[in-house]
């Protein structure tokens, strides 16, 4: 069997527990150490889940450590991930790769140049979920997409996470750090985005942080537009429209994403999970579901809030696929020009609402290749 990638994460926040607890489910990934800006973090991580804990410098002068997970706040992103390139290592990062498509484009150009892999989460749209609708659409159970929406709407993070700043600046608010996964789906689905047209506002000048913690209480300035209400228009002809809100305390729609088709409508399931019930109507008939806890990542295996059933989650997978692509000299489905065309998007949607006018993406990218049993019989355990 083939020598696990040793891998090490830059990046001990929140997120980070989520990749320890979930590596073990993947075969050709070992998580050996951790490096954060405050040492007392690593520690704590690497006590934690008995790996090492070094510095940032440490990881990358390190010739055993061979691939890094990059799970700094997003405007560190880019210069975390070059350093890693530079340093000789494969990359992947939690979204957004980085925060303009310019310097995203630049991390893809250093990764090709090197004859590195650079990936980006989302990875959820390899779940269950993501693969079943895939594989209707791919069928032409609803016929051609002509049309869609998808809507991401909470009332923000400051109720939950401990130390949500980071959440209400550039490269953040819903769009950046919420978007990837739809986009990412959308994508997945349809194929690229070609033209957007987008309108925007800050609702709020200050949030007050309610979650438990040394912030509770305290304001934090929000400067970045936290209501997005937008239309992609993709290469192949369909139109979403696409609603991205921190402002709302309750909506009425049930169905994060739907397509609408030549024959029929499809109800996607929530692309912040792996898992899910896929939709489908044959016409305006009955929708006739398909479940997927059956398939592939679709299974649930992570609990949720208390009384709720436990949902699908697989990150890791991403980076899993990602060495499987550096061993197999293939692209990874979490491409670094997948994640950059996703962040072409969403910067176009910003400077669409910012000018009002339609806006042309700059970028494109193939659809990811679909997973095959044959994939997951050789990542997962």
Not at 53 to 63: G, P, R
Not at 118 to 137: C, S, V, W
Not at 315 to 338: F, Q, T, W, Y
């Amino acid at each position: 069997m083939a020598r696990r990638a040793a891998i090490g994460i830059i990046g001990c926040g929140v997120i980070s527990d989520t990749y320890f607890k979930l590596a073990p489910l993947f075969k050709g990934v070992e998580i050996v150490a951790c490096a954060d800006i405050a040492p007392a973090y690593a520690k704590a991580k690497a006590e934690q889940f008995s790996v090492r804990a070094l510095s940032v410098d440490e990881m990358l002068a390190d010739a055993g450590i061979d691939a890094v997970i990059n799970l700094t706040v997003p405007d560190a992103h880019y210069a975390v991930s070059l350093e890693a390139l530079t340093a000789g290592k494969h990359v992947y990062s939690e979204k957004p790769l980085a925060l303009t498509y310019k310097t995203a484009k630049k991390l893809v150009t250093e990764a090709d140049k090197r004859g590195l892999k650079i990936g980006a989460a989302p990875d959820t749209f390899l779940g269950g979920g993501g693969q079943t609708a895939r594989k209707l659409i791919d069928k032409g159970t609803i016929g051609e997409v002509v049309g869609g929406s998808a809507h991401v709407l909470s009332h923000g993070m400051e109720h939950w996470h401990p130390n949500p700043g980071f959440f209400f600046k550039p490269g953040a608010g819903p769009m950046f750090d919420i978007g990837p996964y739809y986009l990412t789906a959308l994508v997945n689905l349809l194929g690229p985005v070609k033209t957007v047209a987008a309108m925007a506002k800050k609702s709020f000048p200050t949030r007050t942080v309610s979650a438990e913690g040394p912030m509770k209480g305290k304001q934090i300035k929000v400067t970045t537009p936290t209501t997005i209400n937008g239309v992609l228009e993709f290469r192949s002809g369909a139109q979403v429209t696409i609603g991205t809100s921190w402002d709302v305390w309750k909506h009425g729609h049930a169905n994060p994403i739907e397509l609408y088709g030549t024959k029929g409508s499809m109800l996607v399931p929530d692309p912040n999970f792996f898992g899910g019930i896929v939709s489908c109507s044959d016409g305006d008939g009955d929708y006739v579901e398909t479940d997927t806890a059956s398939v592939a990542f679709g299974a649930g295996n992570w609990e949720g809030r208390p009384g709720t059933p436990k949902r699908s989650n697989y990150r890791m997978l991403g980076v899993a696929d990602l060495i499987d692509a550096a061993n197999k000299g293939r692209e990874p489905r979490c491409s670094g020009r997948l994640a950059a065309h996703v962040v072409d998007i969403m910067e176009s949607v910003l400077v669409s609402a910012a000018d009002r006018s339609f806006v042309k993406v700059r970028s494109t990218t193939d659809r990811p290749a679909p997973l095959t049993a044959a994939d997951v019989r050789r990542i997962a355990k």
